[in-house]
């Protein structure tokens, strides 16, 4: 009942930058938390950044500094601003969203299909 697409990711090489975006549409109330993951070639999925619905951030270590997320809750987007990308940033991104729907104010959690960021050395 909730979509998730995701989109700007691609191929840039080492020292580069991204945006990812990711909108939500669909049955719903309202969005709560919202979060970026990242899953590498054999490894498992982990948590890249997150961001609350009063847009209180946090992030992993290893993107402190470089990236930042952001979201604008009238269009229920969620963004990435990737900058000094490393060739360890490569994976495939995807973005998670926590909310109530709008049909019975039931809580859900939903996932995008992912967008693939390639970093070149």
């Known amino acids: 009942q909730v979509q998730l697409v995701e989109s700007g990711g691609g191929l840039v090489q080492a020292g580069g930058s991204l945006r990812l975006s990711c909108e939500a549409s669909?049955?719903?109330?309202?969005?709560?938390?919202m979060e970026w993951y990242r899953q590498a070639p054999g490894k498992q999925r982990e948590l890249v950044a997150g961001i609350s619905r009063g847009g209180s951030t946090y992030y992993t270590d290893s993107v402190k500094g470089r990236f930042t997320i952001s979201r604008d809750n009238a269009k229920n987007t969620l963004y990435l601003q990737m900058n000094s990308l490393k060739p360890e940033d490569t994976a495939v991104y995807y973005c998670?969203?926590?909310?109530?729907?709008?049909?019975?104010?039931?809580?859900?959690?939903?996932w995008g299909q992912g967008t693939q960021v390639t970093v070149s050395s």
């Open positions: 669909g049955s719903i109330f309202s969005i709560q938390a």
């Open positions: 998670n969203a926590d909310g109530l729907l709008r049909s019975n104010f039931a809580p859900f959690r939903s």
